[in-house]
């Protein structure tokens, strides 16, 4: 997922390599039966965030007992019968802590990014939030939590403050149809931007959920 108003100053990124889905599509049914075997991560760009781990390019990670067994170079020797993740054009890096999100705004992402403070206040909390339904609330949340999952942070310090009350997410991220889930967001937004008399900026009439 890029954003439309992020561009890279050094031009667009190299293509991954071709991918096949139908080893992908194997490579998943052995991840959700591994009846304990090990995994194998492979190829990967590695940034560890760590000096006594050190970076890789390529290399790879062998995961025993769902934990971290080993990370470096050329490591299908040590995996045995692991399951083999294809990581080629990827990159590995540990999961990421967002320490601040307004979960509830998740149909409104992107929706106007050139905002100061003052004017995502007025946009957001004193704008579309007093029209914030129950379902509003949970579908921003829920789309949020997504959003997070796709670009691997494992955990975020939600604030969930709309019109005076508290929710708290207590759904589950798996088993969702994205497609469901996109149509419920644009409609939830749709329905924000008749009911509070705002209109965002030409990403409101894309036609794209913000997932």
């Known amino acids: 997922m890029t954003s439309r108003y992020a561009v890279s100053p050094t031009g667009p990124a190299e293509p991954s390599p071709d991918r096949n889905p139908g080893a992908d599509a194997r490579t998943l049914a052995e991840l959700r039966q591994l009846g304990g075997r090990p995994v194998l991560i492979k190829g990967a760009t590695i940034l560890s965030q760590d ?6 390019a390529p290399g ?4 025993r007992d769902g ?13 045995g019968e692991a399951v083999v993740i294809d990581a080629a054009g990827t990159i590995a890096v540990p999961g990421f802590v967002d320490a601040h999100v307004h979960a509830w705004e998740g149909q409104l992402r992107g929706a106007a990014p050139t905002l100061d403070f003052g004017g995502y206040l007025g946009f957001t909390a004193f704008g579309y939030g007093p029209h914030y339904r129950p379902h ?3 579908i921003g949340t829920l789309a949020t939590a997504l959003v ?6 494992v955990g975020n ?3 969930v403050l709309v019109a005076g009350q508290v929710r708290k997410w207590r759904g589950k991220l798996t088993g969702h149809n994205m497609d469901a889930v996109a149509a419920q967001v644009l409609a939830s937004r749709d329905y924000l ?9 030409a990403l409101a009439d ?3 959920a913000p997932l």
């Open 51 to 56: 000096p006594a781990v050190g970076d890789y």
């Open 60 to 63: 790879d990670i062998l995961i």
């Open 67 to 79: 934990k971290i067994a080993q990370v470096g170079e050329k490591l299908t020797s040590q995996a």
């Open 136 to 138: 509003d609330n949970y």
């Open 148 to 153: 997070a999952l796709a670009f691997a942070y």
């Open 157 to 159: 310090v939600d604030t």
């Open 193 to 201: 931007f008749a009911a509070s008399g705002q209109r965002a900026d």
């Open 206 to 208: 894309a036609g794209t």
